[in-house]
């Protein structure tokens, strides 16, 4: 089992920045894959970045590619997305997860554990 809790979201104007970190317990070890999802009212569930919790690659959604970078901790267990110049489409409820995998799968159904997610809001 993993737990997984989310923090750093927030209103921010467009432009700005914010850091969402994602703290994993339990059994959090190098064979699990690291992701960020966001949704937004009304929308599917889309996948934002991911990366192998040795570090080892990432991978973006070509909406964040440039802007957002995904980085871990593993001395304090710690998945965090920086996100850079933010515009009000970023707008969302953002969601870390993890899958036991190698691969960096962008799908929802490939991952096992959720956070309770959190909020960004980016005014215009």
């Known amino acids: 089992q993993v737990q997984l809790v989310e923090s750093g979201g927030g209103l921010v104007q467009a432009g700005g920045s914010l850091r969402l970190s994602c703290a994993a317990s339990?059994?959090?070890?190098?064979?699990?894959?690291m992701g960020w999802f966001r949704q937004a009212p009304g929308k599917e569930r889309e996948f934002v970045a991911g990366i192998r919790w040795s570090g080892s690659s990432t991978y973006y959604a070509d909406s964040v590619k440039g802007r957002f970078t995904i980085s871990r901790d593993n001395a304090k267990n710690t998945v965090v997305l920086q996100m850079n110049s933010l515009k009000p489409e970023d707008t969302a409820v953002y969601y870390c997860?993890?899958?036991?995998?190698?691969?960096?799968?962008?799908?929802?159904?490939?991952?096992?554990?959720w956070g309770q997610g959190t909020q960004v809001t980016v005014s215009s």
């Open positions: 997860a993890a899958c036991r995998s190698t691969i960096i799968f962008t799908s929802t159904r490939a991952y096992d554990y």
């Open positions: 339990g059994r959090a070890d190098s064979m699990y894959v």
